[in-house]
């Protein structure tokens, strides 16, 4: 399932490798820190391994943990019932926190709320699947 041509550099490729596996990294950190996209940063990963390594590709789309986050997205099936919820209320918690107490430029907590609220319209129009399979992120 790979989605184009392998590059021919053997720069580019390893260019790609590095950027997949920083992306899983950051991935797996958004899982406990709300700031970081877990979801987008996987399917960078996904992108980068596509074109790099179809080894590393099915090892994340076959991941234990990581491939059930992801896989539901590749397909189109939509979120889990509540994670919508939960998504939201994490980047505003995050967000919040950060702008009241952590973060002293007025343009840094504009881009902050600006941000939220992109990031919150995002995951109001994304579907909700009719499973019960409540699964976290």
């Given amino acids: 399932m790979s989605s184009g041509p392998a590059p021919r550099s053997v720069f580019f490729r390893t260019l790609l490798l590095v950027a997949g596996w920083l992306s899983v990294v950051f991935a797996v950190l958004g899982i406990f820190l709300p700031v970081l996209p877990t ?7 996904l992108a980068c391994f596509a074109r790099s390594s179809e080894k ?13 986050i992801i896989r539901p997205y590749l397909e189109s099936e939509g979120l889990p019932p509540g994670v919508k919820l939960k998504a939201i209320l994490l980047i ?7 702008v009241i107490f952590f973060v002293p430029l007025m343009w840094v907590k504009g881009m ?25 992120f």
């Fill in 39 to 45: 979801v987008p940063l996987l399917l960078l990963a």
């Fill in 56 to 68: 590393f590709y099915s090892w994340l789309i076959n991941h234990n943990r990581l491939g059930p």
């Fill in 92 to 98: 505003w918690l995050s967000i919040g926190i950060s």
């Fill in 112 to 136: 902050l709320l600006l941000i939220a609220l992109g990031v919150t319209g995002y995951i109001l129009k994304m579907p909700v699947r009719d499973d019960e399979d409540d699964a976290s």
